[in-house]
């Protein structure tokens, strides 16, 4: 494994990063638990929570939430907890730890309810009842009611601009797509009470689905679930120092167009799967180099969210390695790729539903025969 050691500098919104060959501390941060570094010679402090190999010697702090059987942190959690030890001021960061987590699918109890009051008391989060839709800053207002299903009598794009329509909300302003975040406060209790109406129209009691607490970033005035997103793409498409600097400094604009580019690369991708591979129980995905492999985990994602699959495996191309992604609503996908890399050879990791590994790419074969063995056919 490659190891790098960065130094990140900020001089107002100027970074520069420097590569070290020979540091004298290493820190990891959400990864390093799972890796051999027994040949570490430098010291070092991971911050992890995924299961630990404890594979290092004595020059390795490990500070890792799984063996506190703390499940609720993330990698975010235990970093942003490390660095404000270090620091008080770091408290403004704990926005990024309630982001981390919300992208790892953490409950906000515990430690997170913990770090989640500390950002609310800094005023870089803030709660506040909302609409039940995902895109309330990144898809137009008419997209977010269809596709979260708020109303049973929006079935299609067109009946989704009828309905605001009807109760005089203009889905366009200065020739662009209104977001949910657009509306004013009249129009949102305009929109509120319009959709509960339908509901009651159609026979519906309960209306508890229809909101969510939304957690808002300050400044940037965007749900957290859609920053994590944004985040993530960055990730994705390659651009990990930029995704850096819009953490520390985030920038509508620039958000929309990463989140733009990752969406019609997601849409390329899921056009592809669905083409080429028979979707079944057990789905095998051998994109190749059809897709990215740092998209191959969140096409897997994907799939088994909307698709009737109760596991699927990708495989990406990565140079002269394999990048493979597991997800399962039925087996522990992290023992069973952890298996089949111990048998084969290879780096493997992650968590029972949701488990990567990488591989040489000559060993293709031999994991797929591994894997059918365990999982069938």
Known sequence: MPILYFSLRRNDNNFSIRNAENPDLIIFTDIGSSYDLTNLKPRAIILDHHKSKKLFKKNVLEINSMNFSIEELSGSGITYLFVKELNKYNIFLSYLAITGAIGDIRPMVGLNYLILNDAQKVGVISLSKSLN??????????????????????????????????????????????????????????????????????????????????????????????????????????????GIKFS??????????????????????????????ELKKFTLIDAEDHINPNFIGTICSMLIKSENINTIVGLANDGDMIKISAR????????????????????????????????????????????KKIIGN
């Open 248 to 277: 520390l400094h985030p920038d509508r604009k620039v958000a929309m167009k990463i989140y733009d580019n990752y969406r019609k690369l997601i849409g390329k991708y899921m056009r592809w799967a669905k083409s080429n591979i």
């Open 328 to 371: 399962s609503t039925k087996f522990d996908m992290n023992s069973i790729v952890k298996k089949i890399i111990k048998k084969i050879g290879g780096e493997a990791g992650g968590h029972s539903n949701a488990a990567g590994a990488t591989i040489q790419i000559e060993k293709k074969d031999d994991f797929i025969r591994e894997l």
């Open 133 to 242: 839709s995902f895109g309330s800053t990144t898809r137009p207002l008419y997209k977010s009611i269809y596709l979260n299903k708020i109303l049973p009598t929006i079935n299609s794009e067109s009946s989704s601009i009828q309905f605001l329509s009807d109760i005089g909300i203009n889905v366009k302003r200065d020739n662009c797509w209104r977001t949910l975040s657009d509306l004013s406060d009249e129009e949102m209790k305009k929109l509120i009470s319009a959709i509960i109406a339908k509901r009651i129209e159609n026979g519906f009691r309960n209306h508890s689905d229809v909101f969510s607490v939304k957690m808002l970033i300050n400044g940037i005035n965007m749900n957290i679930n859609e920053f994590s997103t944004i985040l993530n793409a960055f990730g994705r498409l390659g651009k990990y120092y930029d």
